[in-house]
């Protein structure tokens, strides 16, 4: 039987630490609320005690969200846990989202202490949010990087303290795929009580690999995948949502499903650009203006005979406008013919050979070439008298 993997949005969180994306409370109020309505399990609201701003917009998100989990982050500090607490006061689903980095290099060089210590306030952090709730998860900070028996130690201690999230994050988006599924692997075999909580995968893009690592938990069997629309985060971002729930909906033998309306995707992709003031590069997968175009000419005959040589995904299904076949000089005449009959011309065979001609002079001198440059080539065209 197929399996459900939570989507814990942190748009709202670790999106919003991008440099020049802060955001208001209202404006992280009207994202969260369409957040909820694309299908997110679990919003991550803010950082409550980082600043009053962000305690209001968790309280005001929590105030607002009715199916949603609203979760607040804190450190393994009892100040940030009781703040978060009070942030999250009036929420119908409420999580404490608590941790401590457990590398060693997190250890010595962040905290300077041992192994011991960080054990004690992993398991104390945890024990002090469950005074406020039933929800708690615990992230071990660059767990891509801590070893192995360790991690499963200070895993296995946080379940038995109340932990039901356990958050296994490859903070600093080190691990290779292989690496971090192993890593997922590893704790399922090795933490007696790892059926008591869901594992979750938190994973960044420094190498470019946060999908493939969260993927990759997800086969090993994690039930949670932090993700950012867009995936909009620290430095080269978080995994991005639309592109872990489109991996998973397009490989359907991986026996996985969310809960995310996909025909959402791209207007919340537009929506957090907007609000956010971050482009989308135009070869981002599923969101990017070049997701569903085609300017090869071999791409584009073959895509005009059946659109599932070159399209893995239906643009609909995503919510995108549809496919477009981009003329430039590596187009072929079939994309021509194709674009004229688009445009309200029908000429044969023989008139698209000549056209096609004079179409890569102007191909040749622009990028692209444009619905006005067919009128104007159409229109300047005289065809030839046929022959008796």
Not at 8 to 25: H, M
Not at 233 to 249: C, K, Q
Request: aromatic share 6%; proline share 3%; net charge negative.
């Amino acid at each position: 039987m197929d399996q459900q993997v939570y989507i814990f949005d942190t748009t709202l969180r670790d999106g919003e630490q991008v440099p020049g994306c802060k955001l208001n409370t209202k404006e992280k109020l009207d994202l969260a609320l369409k957040l909820e309505a694309l299908g997110v399990d679990i919003i991550e609201a803010g950082f409550p005690i980082s600043s009053p701003g962000d305690f209001e917009s968790v309280s005001q998100i929590a105030k607002h969200i009715k199916h949603a989990t609203v979760c607040g982050l804190s450190r393994a500090v009892q100040k940030d846990i009781e703040v978060a607490a009070e942030a999250l006061r009036f929420a119908k689903r409420p999580r404490i989202h608590t941790g401590i980095g457990t590398s060693d290099f997190h250890i010595k060089a962040k905290f300077n202490t041992s192994r011991e210590e960080i054990l004690k306030r992993a398991v104390q952090s945890v024990t002090w949010a469950r005074n406020f709730t039933d929800d708690v998860e615990f992230y071990a900070e660059d767990a891509g990087r801590t070893d192995n028996e360790y991690l499963a130690q200070v895993i296995e201690a946080v379940i038995k303290a109340g932990a039901t999230v356990v958050n296994i994050p490859d903070t600093t988006g080190y691990c290779l795929p292989s690496q971090y599924g192993d890593k997922i692997a590893f704790l399922k075999n090795h933490v007696p009580n790892i059926d008591k909580a869901v594992i979750s995968c938190h994973c960044h893009n420094d190498l470019g690999l946060a999908t493939a690592n969260s993927i990759a938990g997800a086969i090993a069997g994690a039930r949670q995948i932090e993700c950012t629309i867009n995936g909009l985060g620290e430095r080269a971002g978080n995994t991005s949502l639309e592109e872990v729930v489109m991996v998973m909906r397009q490989h359907k033998h991986l026996g996985l499903y969310t809960n995310i309306n996909t025909k959402m995707l791209n207007p919340m992709s537009r929506e957090v650009a907007e609000t956010m003031r971050v482009p989308v590069q135009v070869n981002k997968a599923i969101v990017g203006a070049n997701a569903f175009s085609h300017s090869s000419g071999i791409h584009q005959d073959g895509f005009l005979k059946d659109a599932t040589t070159y399209e893995i995904i239906n643009p609909e299904d995503v919510g995108a406008e549809g496919s477009r076949i981009v003329l430039t000089a590596r187009s072929g005449r079939s994309a021509l013919a194709h674009r004229f009959q688009k445009i309200g011309y029908s000429f044969n065979r023989n008139d698209i050979d000549v056209l096609y001609e004079k179409f890569l002079q102007v191909a040749d001198k622009k990028k692209e070439v444009e619905e006005e440059d067919l009128h104007q080539l159409a229109k300047g065209y005289v065809p030839e008298p046929a022959t008796v």
